[in-house]
């Protein structure tokens, strides 16, 4: 089975501007999770879709958006960029039904804010 | 309110010598998941492992093996016999609950260096 894939592997943006990420999943997982990892706050969860519905959300403001489509790809977009937003982001795909099952990650999105 | 604590920020052993890498978990949930990843300087994130915390046998896979406590809220790992190849940082984290909740809580990781 393909890994996580996600996309752009790399992005360079100005602060103000807005960015969307993407994530396809492993074939048959439809839970989808995005992680911001940073230097100085660790990893951290930002939420959680399942069949197309936010399921749970990290404490992260609204400038942070995600969507899940049917074939459960996801999305994920941050608007009014800042500086701090620099970051790995990472996607996760997990079974995502009963038990709290393993997440496989993808190779995640490096944001640069300048 | 959870929590994750791995002390340990560095450890560097020479190559075959072993090595354990602490955690310390905090929930109030009796239901919990733990999990230990592996991110290598490629960056990604690799699954380890996961266990119930209904289950507390000790687990051993290949030259890594776990040590699950509840009565001190541990979930240690060991490798043994270090190879170059186990360089990178180790990231225990927590889920809490059972309704299938993906959302992690990572401790801030163990950035392991085997010395050749």
């Known amino acids: 089975k393909a890994g996580v894939t996600q996309t752009p592997r790399y992005l360079i943006k100005t602060r103000g501007q807005q960015v969307t990420l993407s994530c396809s999943p492993i074939s048959g997982h439809r839970s989808v999770s995005w992680y911001q990892q940073t230097p100085g706050q660790g990893l951290q969860f930002l939420f959680e879709?399942?069949?197309?519905?936010?399921?749970n959300k990290g404490n992260f403001p609204g400038r942070f958006s995600g969507r899940q489509f049917s074939n459960s790809r996801s999305e994920m977009n941050v608007s009014t960029l800042e500086l701090g937003d620099s970051a790995l982001y990472l996607c996760a795909s997990s079974q995502g039904q009963g038990e709290s099952y393993e997440q496989y990650f993808g190779p995640g999105t490096r944001l640069t804010v300048t | 309110a959870q929590k994750v604590t791995q002390a340990q920020t560095e450890i560097s052993v020479v190559e075959k010598e072993d090595v354990t890498l602490d955690c310390v978990y905090e929930?109030?949930?009796?239901?919990?998941?733990l999990f230990w990843y592996k991110q290598p300087p490629s960056g990604e994130l690799v699954f380890l492992i996961r266990r119930n915390s209904f289950d507390e046998q000790n687990e051993i896979s290949g030259r890594y093996s776990w040590n699950f406590q509840k009565s001190t809220s541990s979930f240690n790992f060991t490798i043994t016999a270090s190879q170059v190849v186990d360089s990178a940082v180790y990231f225990c984290a927590l889920s809490e609950g059972q309704t299938g909740a993906n959302n992690l809580f990572f401790g801030t990781g163990t950035r392991l260096t085997v010395i050749p």
């Open positions: 879709y399942f069949s197309e519905t936010q399921r």
């Open positions: 929930t109030r949930d009796t239901t919990y998941y």
